[in-house]
């Protein structure tokens, strides 16, 4: 896998429906491929399922004696990696540990057929005045912008990991 070219940022959009946030009912995907795949590769430390709280599931994973957090996004096929700091940290929490393109675990997940957004687009500032997010955002419900407005998501990653606090 190559490095991140900001400049490919136009072909990229959401999903209507990432966030959870939809008029009609959303339905989410199948994790049971994700789980296979994750323990078939990797030494799993802790594994957190999807809650009504976050529409994520992580798995706190050792690969190359580092520690990293896999995140996947609860209705799409969205995956995410960051490295964790500390271990003693809540593991969770996005704004604590910095996302990170281990491109070795990047290229094993996609071949099989999961989707990875850059690091350099989930740090993203959120910003409607930049023609490259509202690019990115286009598709989103009514729905999920009245939920930008009340949560006020910083960067991209909080909207598609759905880790906004107010």
């Known amino acids: 896998m190559e490095p991140f070219n900001e400049e490919k940022l136009i072909n990229y959009r959401l999903p209507k429906g990432i966030t959870g946030f939809v008029e009609s009912e959303n339905k989410t995907i199948d994790l049971s491929l994700w789980e296979e795949t994750v323990k078939s590769f990797f030494s799993i430390k802790a594994n957190i399922q999807f809650s009504d709280r ?24 969205f995956f995410a990696i960051a490295k964790v ?28 057929g999961f989707i990875h957004y850059p690091t350099a687009l989930l740090e993203l500032k959120v910003d409607g005045a930049n023609p490259l997010i509202t690019n990115l955002l286009k598709e989103l419900s009514d729905s999920e912008f009245g939920q930008f407005s ?3 998501p910083k960067i991209i990653a909080n909207i598609i990991f759905n880790d906004w606090k107010k």
């Open 85 to 112: 700091d500390d271990e003693n940290e809540e593991y969770h929490k996005i704004p604590n540990h910095y996302f990170f393109d281990e491109f070795e675990i990047i290229d094993f997940l996609e071949a099989m």
């Open 150 to 152: 009340y949560f006020e």
């Open 54 to 77: 976050y529409s994520y599931t992580y798995q706190i994973i050792e690969f190359n004696n580092e520690l990293y957090l896999l995140f996947k996004n609860k209705y799409t096929d």
